[in-house]
């Protein structure tokens, strides 16, 4: 018969081989359909998935009988891995397979790694900049606002709307080192957090708010000359901008980063984890809520910095997931406009990015046996 080794190689099989290699596997009644309606060769036989056979135009009905042939296939396509190689198929190939195997393009990632670090310097410029227009105090009282004049400060609230952060961004690490596709969850976080980041340069910049509250020392300060500006930057760039690290901002009211941070880690948590996992997510958000709660409860910022933080982060990446995921972008000029950068590190990303883990190094051994 056909399939017998000493035969012809199955990409050179004619339409007859192939209705032989049915009727010996017992798909008789599949001749007609495959080999005369839809001339089926040895070439295409090799190509052909489960999902050619239950999609149109084959449109098979019976899952025992796709489910048989999908086997018989797979087993044809293992033996003859070399042929599949050679017609740039990979055996058992099917769309799973292409997800399993996104190209990391680690250079791309480290592009985005420095264009966050790029933003992150600059905006330490911005705060020194805007910290010297920071409004007199006597002359403009704080904003009214709902929250902050009915609930009363609670002075170590902010150390704590930090640790919150600190907590998210140690599980998000862990989910990182465990992920398989780690270099674009990576290259993803640094995007999306330049991009907010460089938006928040631009508001902070343009609209001085008046201090929300008169426990903060906050006077306008001047720092001479260009070098002293770019000492304070670089230290308001090395302590990342908090408080735990010693670092005292003024003015960078509108919006807030701390709650761009922290809602940013909470929904890179649980979007790259399995849906299963409820008691990671629930942690996660309650993190993420209680973050916000306590900014608000330091009298850090006004009520509006944190919603407007919020609403930012979350569209933004619930937009670049959608457009990630339906890859709608490659079918808009108006996406490539608008993310010339999501484009660049998108381009070669197909549909969802899969939630597989493995431990990335060879000791020790049963971390590998365990997580895969």
Known sequence: ??????????????????????????FGEYVELLCTQHRLDGLSLLALTEADLRGPPLGLSVLGDIKRLTIALRRLQRQNQNQLEELGL??????????????????????????????FGFTSFVMVIV??????TRTYPP?????????PRIPW?????EACGLILCYMFLLILLLHKHRSILLRRL????????????????????SVPGQHLKCASKTYGDTLGKIQRALAIWSGFGMTLTGVQTCGDYMFSGHTVVITLLNFFVTEYTPRTWNMIHTISWVLNLFGIFFILAAHEHYSIDVFIAFYITTRLFLYYHTLANTRAYQHSRRARIWFPMFSFFECNVNGPVPNQYHWPFNKPAFMKTLIG
Request: with cysteine.
């Open 131 to 136: 910290h010297e227009r920071v409004p007199d």
């Open 1 to 26: 018969g056909p399939s017998s080794p000493c035969s012809t190689s199955v990409s050179a099989w004619s339409c007859k081989q192939v209705a032989q290699w049915l009727q010996e596997e017992g």
């Open 190 to 209: 640094c995007s999306l957090m330049g991009t907010v980041f460089l938006l928040r340069c631009c508001t902070m910049f343009v609209t001085s708010l």
């Open 90 to 119: 990979r055996s058992g190939y099917n769309s799973e397979d292409a997800l399993c195997r996104l190209d990391p393009e680690v250079w791309k990632t480290v592009v985005s790694a420095f264009y966050v670090f790029f933003v």
């Open 143 to 151: 904003l009214p606002d709902i929250f902050l004049d009915s609930v």
């Open 157 to 161: 609230a902010f150390a704590m709307a």
